[in-house]
């Protein structure tokens, strides 16, 4: 006997529907038809780069350059900002923040900008001073499209003004008065750590500035830590810091073999720390003072 509740099974078969083959003809059209919409936007392509630019824009030598002071361009695409780079970043103050002076001048105030502005870390302290100056900077938190956050914590650290637990609750201390900071995650606020270290000099950073953008010049090196702080996605790589007398113009510090007169060149900025190719340049560097 039947169940009340039998349904009889629906069989499927591929042959069940007859789908119509596929024949050359079906090819050649589907052909015929990629070449069509590849030479259509072409067409169009070639029609909308022929036309008259708009008449809003009366200065039309200037559209494709941004201008610099020294007399320099840069030619910049029309699409996005365009020829106009609209940009604001707010540099905090240290005296806004109680724990940025800490930062940036050691718990005593007795580290200067420039004690930390040579060697290695310079780049915190050179980043700092371009920004200050630039023509980006607004003193307006509500209209600002990114904050820098300044701090020498690196230099900081190294000449005994904070140590590494100092730093850390320095840190958070500052962070917890930036209403913006909070607005956004940390994500429009930036940060420079000019080492090896990375954000790792700042202990908590995985917890407090894991949003925020780094900038850094070793991407790869976690320093001897478990995990990276740089993330390709939103931190940037940004060079070593090169003492200003080997690079500007007139008087220079150093007067370096041309390259065409060097068999060999090596170089590695930063302590000695005992490595062997670090090591083995500076006794060369001293046997033959006259080639470096």
């Not at 099974?9 to 007859?18: C, E, G, Q, V, Y």
């Not at 809003?56 to 610099?68: E, M, R, Y």
């Not at 940025?100 to 980043?127: F, H, M, N, P, Y």
Request: net charge positive; with cysteine; aromatic share 10%.
């Amino acid at each position: 006997m039947g169940s009340p509740n039998f349904k009889p099974t629906r069989i499927f078969s591929p042959h069940h529907h007859n789908s119509p083959p596929c024949t050359r003809t079906h090819q050649i059209g589907a052909l015929l038809l990629v070449a069509s919409t590849f030479f259509l936007v072409r067409l169009f392509d070639h029609l909308f780069s022929t036309c008259p630019p708009s008449s809003l824009n009366h200065d039309h030598t200037s559209q494709n350059f941004v201008h610099f002071s020294d007399g320099g361009s840069l030619s910049w695409p029309q699409i996005g900002y365009g020829s106009h780079l609209s940009l604001k970043i707010y540099v905090y103050e240290e005296d806004e923040i109680d724990g940025l002076k800490e930062l940036l001048r050691g718990r005593e105030g007795k580290i200067s900008a420039d004690a930390c502005v040579k060697g290695q870390w310079g780049t915190q302290v050179k980043i700092h001073r371009l920004l200050l100056q630039s023509r980006f900077r607004t003193r307006k938190k509500e209209e600002a499209n990114l904050f820098f956050v300044p701090a020498y914590v690196k230099c900081v650290r190294m000449m005994g003004g904070l140590n590494d637990k100092e730093i850390n609750s320095t840190y958070v201390k500052a962070l917890s008065q930036m209403p913006y900071f909070r607005r956004s995650g940390g994500r429009d606020h930036i940060f420079v750590f000019p080492s090896g270290a990375g954000a790792h000099l700042f202990r908590s950073w995985a917890t407090y500035i894991n949003r925020s953008i780094i900038l850094t010049p070793e991407g790869d090196r976690t320093d001897k830590k478990d995990t990276s702080s740089f993330n390709t996605w939103k931190d940037i790589i940004i060079p070593g810091n090169v003492e200003d007398g080997m690079t500007k113009r007139g008087a220079v510090t150093a007067q370096p073999l041309p390259l065409s007169k060097r068999k060999y060149l090596a170089n590695y900025l930063g302590r000695a720390q005992g490595k062997a190719g670090r090591l083995k340049l500076i006794e060369l560097a001293k046997q033959y003072p006259d080639k470096s």
